[in-house]
């Protein structure tokens, strides 16, 4: 027998690409799904704490939704550079850091004392999420075949319906018990400490 046909008897253990697509997707898309779900919890729940937040801060609708805005200011800002530095470090670790720093400055929400704050944390909140959406398709691209990623991607996005279904209920929740901001603690902390 040769090393080729040696190699070949070990490899053929009757494992289809089927099943190895499966494992893998079980591993890494309930995680990868968490994450996005907490991605649009963060969107949703700035809506939620509108009515607290004008009434901490004084701020008329218009300061509020400059506020709100400031988050995709600072996300399209910096989703170009947050891409190219994914390439760089690799996906996984820059998927990690996005987390960690916009979960950080979630958290942060807590704090917000002054309109001038709000505008601030709201851009770093959108400059630390940059990439974000992207990355993970990246690093889908990494481990699932194209011909598996059509449907891969379509459970990706169904995390941001659930987030919607999920996080709604409980922003109310949060509203109607306290003032809004522990909710962003326990948002920003728990985005977090997923890596």
């Known amino acids: 027998m040769t ?5 070949t008897a070990d490899l053929d ?15 890494l898309m309930p995680l990868i799904m968490i994450c996005y779900l907490f991605a649009f919890f963060d969107r949703i729940n700035i ?17 509020y939704g400059l506020g709100a805005s400031l988050f995709v200011i600072g996300y399209v800002i910096f989703e170009v550079p947050s891409n190219l530095m994914l390439y760089r470090v ?8 996005i987390l960690i720093s916009w979960g950080i400055a979630t958290a942060a929400m807590v704090f917000v004392h002054a309109e001038w704050q709000f505008y601030g944390l709201r ?4 400059a630390m999420e940059a990439g974000f959406a992207p990355g993970i398709l990246y690093y889908l691209t990494l481990w699932f075949p194209a011909s598996h990623r059509g449907r891969i991607t379509s ?4 995390a941001s319906a659930f987030s919607g279904i999920v996080g709604a209920p409980l922003s109310g929740r949060a509203r109607a018990e306290r003032d ?6 326990s948002l920003g902390v728990s985005a977090a400490s997923r890596f």
């Open 90 to 97: 690799g996906a996984r670790r820059w998927i990690a850091r």
């Open 155 to 158: 459970m990706l996005f169904l």
């Open 180 to 185: 809004g901001r522990p909710r962003s603690l």
């Open 123 to 126: 851009f770093i909140i959108g």
């Open 47 to 63: 809506s939620f704490a509108k009515f607290q937040l004008q009434a901490d801060l004084g701020l008329s609708n218009t300061a």
């Open 3 to 7: 090393i080729a046909t040696a190699a």
């Open 13 to 27: 253990t009757g494992i289809t690409e089927h099943q190895v697509i499966k494992k893998i997707a079980w591993r």
